[in-house]
């Protein structure tokens, strides 16, 4: 059965502004859904100015620096209602918030986030980079399995009666020296990487808007603006 769903692109926004967005778009799906009407399923493409978000089942104590030096780097702190550790959001990262009704698409919890994964993969190696999952860990990595870990998509979802929001960050151009400032998800021992440092130059950030949409077309159906 084709869904209805409809692509946003916010551009840049700040954190708190898209967090409430997905907060009441949550809301509408979930009383559509409950009235038994015709579900309009969001489709949220932003990119953040700088942000360190941490996850309900966090670690504060994975934030290296304090709001002296987050000052200095003209980056929030804020504590979310996703899944996961700590991540970070800045310019050059396009990070991606599907508001499903994953019922609507036979899914549970776990089978989306491995489509998100799957989609992420997909993309990049439309790029030319093999990527994998990583056992233990969600999100999309390099060499998972060799000595050189390298995490280049985070993923943390929250689900309310099966409709989801948050998602995925995918690093493309991102200035990965905000990530030296946490253990990213948590990890002490594994770094954080982009499509840019993997490919050796900057990409542009609307061809891979362009190929993340094809590729959630091809999982979900065609989504409208």
């Not at 996703?82 to 991540?87: H, K, S």
Request: overall charge negative.
């Amino acid at each position: 059965m084709a869904q209805n769903i409809k692509w946003i692109d916010l551009q840049q926004k700040g954190y708190k502004e898209v967090w409430e967005l997905q907060e009441k778009l949550l809301e509408e799906v979930k009383s559509r859904k409950q009235n038994k009407e015709d579900i309009q399923h969001y489709l949220l493409f932003v990119e953040h100015p700088p942000v360190y978000t941490l996850g309900k089942s966090g670690d504060a104590a994975n934030m290296l620096i304090n709001t002296i030096e987050l000052s200095r780097k003209q980056a929030e702190f804020i504590k979310v209602d996703r899944g996961g550790d700590i991540t970070f959001h800045g310019p050059g990262q396009l990070v991606v918030y599907p508001i499903f009704d994953l019922e609507s698409f036979g899914l549970g919890v776990k089978d989306y986030v491995e489509q998100l994964e799957e989609i992420v993969l997909r993309v990049l190696l439309s790029y030319g980079i093999q990527a994998e999952r990583m056992d233990g860990a969600t999100g999309v990595w390099i060499e998972s399995t060799q000595s050189n870990p390298r995490k280049i998509c985070a993923i943390g979802v929250k689900c309310s009666r099966y409709v989801s929001m948050h998602g995925f960050a995918l690093n493309v151009n991102t200035d990965l020296s905000y990530f030296k400032s946490i253990n990213p998800c948590g990890f002490v021992d594994k770094e954080v990487t982009s499509i840019q440092k993997e490919l050796g130059s900057e990409v542009d950030m609307q061809g891979v808007k362009d190929e993340v949409l094809k590729q959630f077309n091809a999982f979900f159906g065609e989504a409208s603006l």
